[in-house]
């Protein structure tokens, strides 16, 4: 029971996050219910312009900015403890990494 009630103990440091918790949890439920919805009525704007011939290059730039923002971005925090926040930026990185890169070969093979 604490684990839902440590929100209210330090409640003006806590809300923020509380706040971005929440709309990023509605967001994963937007999204899903989005994608369930897809085969109901079809390809969507944004899945129509990914898989055309110029998603590639779409891909490809994301994957060099996420090299990059990744690369620099992982040598500017810390690295020293278990507090350090590498560790949770290096789990971002490989997820958003591996979803850029399945993307992309996506949009290569799909040719």
């Known amino acids: 029971m604490t684990l839902f009630t440590i929100w209210f103990t330090k409640l003006?440091?806590?809300?923020?996050i509380l706040i971005a918790?929440?709309?990023?949890?509605?967001?994963f439920v937007y999204?899903?219910?989005r994608s369930?919805?897809?085969?109901?009525?079809g390809r969507h704007g944004w899945?129509?312009?990914?898989?055309?011939?110029?998603?590639?290059?779409?891909f490809a730039v994301l994957a060099v900015v996420w090299a990059l923002v990744f690369g620099i971005g992982l040598q500017l925090v810390p690295h020293?403890?278990?507090?350090?926040?590498?560790?949770?930026?290096?789990?971002i990185a490989l997820f958003s990494g591996f979803?850029?890169?399945?993307?992309?070969?996506?949009?290569?093979v799909g040719e």
């Open 12 to 16: 003006p440091d806590f809300l923020v």
């Open 21 to 27: 918790a929440t709309i990023l949890a509605g967001g």
């Open 31 to 33: 999204v899903f219910a």
């Open 36 to 41: 369930a919805m897809v085969a109901e009525g």
């Open 47 to 58: 899945a129509r312009r990914i898989t055309q011939p110029n998603g590639k290059v779409t």
């Open 80 to 91: 020293e403890g278990a507090s350090s926040p590498y560790g949770g930026l290096g789990l």
């Open 99 to 108: 979803f850029i890169m399945m993307g992309f070969i996506w949009s290569v």
